[in-house]
């Protein structure tokens, strides 16, 4: 018995078809319910696979997730640290992939600041390469996540109508998300500052007031601005406003949240900052499905690396 990582990456929502997003998450499910049940449900190969998490950017969800959906899974996990590597000699991200592949690492965690990095070296691998996030296009593992928890407490994703609202220009969430759930059928709500928008043209969704989109949504899903990014938009310095007033105009406050349908939800891909862009009780209150969004990112995890090591 082997481990065939062959052309199994997961670097874009673009890349995957329909019916390959609901058997990851059909995967995802099936774990989520064996770990409420206290069971992993998965054999152990007696040649435990190998991943390596490599994060070049801040983390503590994905990162974290990631190395307990695989311990989970039965596999050994490296944690890279780039301050105390070979990149600090000048060793470039291709060489350590293929260092770590030369030693039996199976599947490649990544997150980074490029857009393209993980792409432009795929075809050059064996190994599997798990973008965890990259540059402001790309976080497929967070919108598969989060399809799971829309799932889940819906029962279906197509015809519902999900309002992203925030920095949507900076947010590789929400890109990835637009792509994810316009595949899936749900209809898109975008909302937030005019100057942290995407072009209309660029997302091909409705663009609407804050007050509308939280009036409509079936998921009201807010956005944290990227203020890490913000340095690298010279068109981006005009963008100053305080805390109170970004949560007074911006934010889904007490008083907008009474504006939602009885039995729309509240979603974050965290980190959130309470009292901004969300005000601090609703994040744990009956609404919120915020940290379901954290549990269900084991198991979408958990289905993503099984996807990448299928055992032979
Ligand atoms: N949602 C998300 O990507 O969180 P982390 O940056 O903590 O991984």
Known sequence: MGITTINKHLISIKDLEKIEIESILDRASFFASSLERGVCGYNIDQLNPVICNLFFEPSTRTRFSFEVAAKKLGYHVLNFDSSKSSTQKGETFYDTIKTLEAMGVNAAIIRCTEENLIQEIADRVELSLINAGSGTKEHPSQALLDL???????????????????????SRVASSNISALNKMGAELLLSGPESLQLDTKESNCNQVDIDTAIKEADVVMMLRVQKERLGSYPDMDTFKINSDDYHKEYGLTLDRANLMQKHAMIMHPAPFNRGIEIDGELVEGPRSLIYKQVSNGVATRMAILERALKQL
């Open 148 to 170: 799971l928890t829309i799932r889940e407490h819906f029962g279906k994703i197509e015809g519902l109508k999900i309002a992203i609202i925030g920095d949507i220009k900076h």
